[in-house]
């Protein structure tokens, strides 16, 4: 395509000397023909800037209505949850049981000595001899009459040994028994609880 221009009556220009297409090309462009240059493309890193800007803007106005409402808020309370606490069996030492030997029974009668000392569990009976025991240093109260109330004599020493002279009474939750002391024949009632058979020599 060529362009034609009359010559220029006044500068005296030959148009065989104007070469229009070339002069002409940065001013326009032929159709079909490509561009020479690539368009300016925008740098990648302006739309990153750009977001992260309306986010952080995003994010400064949650901020701020979250504290504006925060009494609002504090008001709904949360329903309690349930928390399942798993124990974990922990192994142990097993110990077997061990067996106990059998010690069957035996009918031997108590020694002498854990009776009281020379003395014997027979029943007491008239005529038999008595030793006073488990008395203490208080001693066995003699007594006039077989009864927590009757008239006291004296006290009979714990060891001492007297003669069984009448009985049994029972009176006050006791068993009496009349007895006499060798020392002085004196006679008198006490309670055979604290009374122990002594054997015949």
């Known amino acids: 395509m060529s362009v034609q221009k009359a010559p220029d009556q006044h500068s005296g220009v030959d148009n065989n000397d104007i070469h229009w297409e070339e002069d002409l090309k940065p001013f326009t ?3 079909r023909e490509p561009r020479s240059e690539p368009r300016q493309r925008v740098p990648a890193i302006i739309p990153g800037i750009v977001s992260l800007i309306l986010v952080a803007g995003a994010c400064a106005l949650a ?12 008001s709904f309370a949360l329903a309690p949850t349930a928390t399942f606490a798993v124990l974990k069996p922990t192994a142990t030492d097993y110990i077997p049981p061990t067996a106990t030997p059998y ?14 000392g020379g003395t014997t569990n027979a029943p007491i009976s008239v005529g038999a001899k008595v030793k006073i025991v488990n008395t203490g240093p208080t001693g066995l109260n003699f007594r006039k009459s077989p009864s927590r109330t009757g008239e006291r004599i004296r006290s009979l020493p714990e060891g001492n040994i007297y003669d069984v002279i009448g009985g049994p009474t029972n009176a006050d939750g006791l ?3 009349e007895l006499r002391d060798p020392s002085d024949n004196t006679t008198g009632w006490g309670a055979g609880e ?8």
């Open 103 to 116: 010690v069957a029974p035996t009918d031997t009668p108590l020694p002498t000595s854990a009776a009281g």
């Open 63 to 74: 901020a701020k209505f979250v504290n504006d409402n925060r009494p609002a808020l504090s």
């Open 29 to 31: 462009r032929l159709p």
């Open 194 to 201: 604290y009374m122990r058979v002594v054997p015949n020599p």
């Open 175 to 177: 068993v009496w028994w």
